[in-house]
């Protein structure tokens, strides 16, 4: 798997999942445009990691909600490498545990544009500098599927929208052999559970999955890559799961 030489923008790049993604993508080859918004530790780091492996990165702290963040963002990728080949969105998340007959229509609104706006600006703002054989990969969710935990609703829904925003964008790119999947990840060891999920409950999920334990975020980036990457040439408008079995689609 070959990466050499693309130019892939991670859209969240600087922790977790998708700090995971631009190092293995950087491992197989590819310079690094990588997004953070309060994670500038991390990001710089994975930018020294990154060049100890012999490709470029940049980090840009953005705010993917905003649309001359997202501008600035691409300005950026094509002024430093001259090319995008490959966007990864990771960018997103819950904000808060909040049900729907308490929620203020600020927070779903926030919600979404966190999770599918800002999505769908950066897809609109590199397909138009993106050549045949370039590729997009999406995040999705386990809550996209089941509707996710208590409070997560407006999560849940806008990464389903997320799921459908990638089928309908990998219908509308095909024809320029653009590829569009998505990624649905499941109980990841991350700061967002650390946040978001009490010890318990991750306890319980991890058990209840056929392997008996939460994912890590390099094997949920190396996923990503596969799907970036030829390898993965015949597949577009997926959104494929990662969750050690805790639910088949």
């Not at 922790?15 to 500038?40: F, M, P, Q």
């Not at 969105?89 to 729907?100: A, P, T």
């Not at 993106?130 to 935990?149: C, E, H, L, Y």
């Amino acid at each position: 798997m070959s990466m050499k030489g693309k130019v892939a923008i991670i859209a969240g790049g600087g922790r977790d999942i998708g700090r995971a993604c631009a190092i293995d993508l950087a491992e197989k080859g590819a310079n690094i445009v990588l997004t953070y918004h309060s994670s500038k530790e991390t990001a710089q780091s994975a930018v020294a990691e990154i060049e100890a492996l012999g490709c470029k990165a940049i980090a840009i702290k953005a705010d993917l909600t905003l649309k001359a963040d997202v501008d600035a963002t691409v300005a950026a990728a094509l002024e430093t490498f001259g090319s995008i080949d490959t966007l990864v969105h990771v960018s997103g998340g819950l904000i808060g545990r909040v049900k729907v007959s308490e929620m203020s229509l600020e927070h779903w609104t926030n919600v979404m544009n966190l999770n599918l706006t800002s999505l769908f600006m950066m897809s609109n703002a590199c397909i138009q500098h993106m050549k045949p054989g370039s590729t997009i990969v999406t995040f999705a969710s386990q809550a996209a599927r089941d509707g996710g935990g208590p409070g997560s609703a407006a999560y849940a829904a806008s990464k389903g929208a997320v799921m459908s925003f990638t089928r309908g964008l990998a219908k509308e790119l095909g024809v320029n052999n653009i590829r569009v999947n998505s990624v649905c990840p499941g109980m990841i060891s991350t700061g967002f559970h650390d946040t978001f999920t009490k010890d318990e409950v991750r306890k319980n999920v991890a058990g209840a999955t056929a392997l008996k334990r939460e994912g890590t975020s390099q094997e949920v980036a190396k996923l990503v890559t596969f799907l970036a990457s030829d390898d993965s040439s015949y597949m577009t408008g997926n959104c494929v799961d990662i969750n050690a079995g805790i639910l088949f689609s």
